[in-house]
């Protein structure tokens, strides 16, 4: 069940930056925890964040702690994932899902989830 938006993947070069963004119509993501996940081809889907709904965030991804970063904009319902000096392995499929619960890496915490959105690193 897709309820969840995801926008702003492209192809970009080696240490451009891009900004991701997940919203929704259907509920306020401000009450929800939000993860931001990947999946490259031929391997499993990764957690890389979560804020949770006192906006503390958790990086699950040591590739990306430093490089990337979590934010909301309650007024816009959106969550955004900031990613600089992008990588080409960092080229995946970028989710966004929601969860009840605490934050955490587990995928089966989080119960709508987007469609994904492509980012491809490369020069």
């Known amino acids: 069940q897709s309820q969840l938006v995801e926008r702003g993947g492209d192809s970009v070069q080696p240490g451009g930056s891009l900004r991701l963004s997940c919203t929704t119509s259907e509920f306020t993501l401000d009450s929800y925890g939000i993860g931001w996940f990947r999946q490259a081809p031929g391997k499993e889907r990764e957690a890389l964040f979560c804020i949770d709904t006192t906006d503390r965030s958790t990086n699950y991804t040591d590739s990306v702690k430093d490089r990337f970063s979590i934010s909301r904009e309650n007024a816009k319902n959106t969550v955004y994932l900031q990613m600089n000096s992008l990588r080409p392995e960092d080229t995946a499929v970028y989710y966004c899902?929601?969860?009840?619960?605490?934050?955490?890496?587990?995928?089966?915490?989080?119960?709508?989830w987007g469609h994904g959105t492509q980012v491809t690193v490369s020069s």
């Open positions: 899902a929601s969860t009840h619960a605490t934050c955490s890496a587990n995928r089966t915490d989080f119960g709508s």
